[in-house]
Nanobody, 121 residues
């Protein structure tokens, strides 16, 4: 069973910074893509940023220049450094991992339980 455990959320003033972490544990062959998504009250879950196993990143326009995604493959951990936070960044942030159980097999997606980020004005 694969588990994703997130940490690092909290309450911060506008302009401040937070760093989220998400560690994957369990038995699997490799993790292809790891990423962060967020869901604000009354809104759909949206992509924040993703990173592949070779370090290729993708991020939403709304966070470009403020958020940085990184990954430690040896620790099966993905990070999200969030700077210059705005009240509109307030949401539950979810970690996602796309992984395979054997070489050449299909990919499976897993989600973390979510961590709350609240930015005050």
């Amino acid at each position: 069973q694969v588990q994703l455990v997130e940490s690092g959320g909290g309450l911060v003033q506008g302009g401040g910074s937070l760093r989220l972490s998400c560690a994957a544990s369990g038995t699997f062959f490799s993790i292809n893509v790891m990423g962060w998504y967020r869901q604000a009250p009354g809104k759909q879950r949206e992509l924040v940023a993703t990173i592949t196993s070779d370090g290729t990143t993708n991020s939403a326009d709304s966070v470009k220049g403020r958020f940085t995604i990184s990954r430690d493959n040896a620790k099966n951990t993905v990070y999200l450094q969030m700077n210059s936070l705005k009240p509109e960044d307030t949401a539950v942030y979810y970690c996602k991992a796309v992984l395979s159980y054997t070489s050449g097999s299909g990919y499976y997606s897993y989600w973390g339980q979510g961590t709350q980020v609240t930015v005050s004005s």
